[in-house]
């Protein structure tokens, strides 16, 4: 079985720090050992991130262009036609105004991962792009839903056809990702980028939390850079000298897994995060998770056995948690062991895979 895979938001890549790119290319992963053949043919990206409907209508344009020449190129021979199409990460700033077409044209399946359905988009600067998305998640066959957060919305849109997809990623480097337990100062880890307002909030709350532990000595590692990094700096300032604040940059993929071995809590809010392939890593390093629970981060957690979560924005909740694992080694070992099974029984490649194979044997492919 051949599966033509399309990611309009952008290039699935497993070596970058962004979750999008990087889920891409899992999907793909999972694909491959669910079907014979996985295809990603050469298509226009559709994502604005401003707001401007003439870039809109220009990638609508190009998009219409593209799977006009992709229809053809199927139609005489000159590609091989799939038995499927598998879009990713479907939504107003990213519409797949492709996948739709060429699915009915060819009478095949067609199916979404992660799309978003976000009707307070109508009408808005999104308008033409929030149209495109919602006709292309009414047009699916399936819809993965990877949080209840979608989910919710998606029930709405396309009741019967939305299937749980949860967070996964390969858990394979991380196995071994664990120290010995410290006698000394404990060290957390956060790792975010600071590119925009929903990371700036969660290191504003991780700082807050940390002043009111002001007899609790400890390190903490942030890695992690964008353009709120000086601004980020300086909200850290008040933690010292009591705390040990290490900021170390951007981290690559491939070096995530010893960074989590130095570490004994993982301190990430996660306000607004879709999900957060990073709250993954860290249980698969056997690190406790301390977060918030907001948007997608109780669907890549499990509170109260790997993680311990409080609401979004209350500080004094947050530092409560974190002074309560800090205090508590055997919960420490607890959680971080829960979240280590929790990610290889559940949160695999494999188990992916085994909830894409039900999904196309459910229409018909297997």
């Known amino acids: ?151 919710f919305c998606l029930d709405q849109l396309a009741p019967g056809r939305v299937r749980d997809l949860k967070p996964f990623f390969d858990a394979i480097a991380f196995a071994n990702a664990r120290r010995a337990e410290p006698a000394g100062v404990l060290h957390l880890l956060a790792v975010a980028m600071m590119r925009n307002e929903r990371k700036r909030a969660s290191f504003a709350l991780l700082a807050d939390a940390l002043k009111l532990l002001d007899n609790v000595p400890l390190t903490l590692s942030i890695a992690g850079d964008g353009a709120y990094r000086r601004e980020i ?66 669907d890549a957690t499990r509170e109260d056995q790997t993680t311990l979560l409080s609401a979004p924005g209350d500080a004094a909740a947050y530092a409560a948690n974190l002074r309560r694992v800090l205090s508590d080694m055997p919960l420490r070992r607890r959680l971080g062991e829960n979240g280590r099974v929790f990610v290889q029984r559940e949160r695999s490649v494999e188990a992916a895979a085994g909830t894409l194979r039900s999904v196309l044997a459910e229409l018909g492919l297997r």
Do not use: N
């Open 233 to 298: 700096e300086a909200m850290f300032l008040p933690c010292a000298p009591l705390h040990t604040i290490r900021f170390l940059g951007a981290v690559a993929a491939e070096q995530m897994p010893r960074l989590m071995s130095g570490a004994d809590v993982f301190c990430w809010p996660g306000l607004g995060e879709a999900y957060g392939l990073v709250f993954l890593e860290a249980q698969a390093a056997g690190l406790p998770v301390v977060a918030c629970r907001d948007r997608g981060v109780p």
């Open 1 to 151: 079985m051949r599966v033509a895979f399309y990611s309009p938001m952008s290039e699935p890549d497993a070596t970058v720090a962004s979750g999008t790119q990087r889920m891409g290319a899992l999907l793909q992963r999972a694909l491959a050992l669910s079907c014979d053949d996985v295809v990603r043919p050469r298509l226009p990206r559709t994502f604005d991130g401003r707001g401007d409907r003439d870039v809109q209508i220009s990638l609508q344009a190009a998009s219409h262009r593209a799977g006009a020449e992709l229809l053809e190129a199927y139609r005489d021979g000159t590609l091989p036609k799939p038995d499927l199409w598998f879009s990713y990460h479907v939504y107003y700033k990213s519409p797949d105004w492709i996948g739709p077409v060429v699915a009915r044209e060819l009478g095949i399946p067609y199916v979404v991962a992660e799309g978003s359905h976000a009707p307070k988009r109508a009408g808005g600067p999104w308008a033409l792009g929030h149209e495109g998305a919602t006709a292309a998640l009414r047009a699916a066959d399936r819809l993965l839903a990877m949080t209840a957060f979608d989910r």
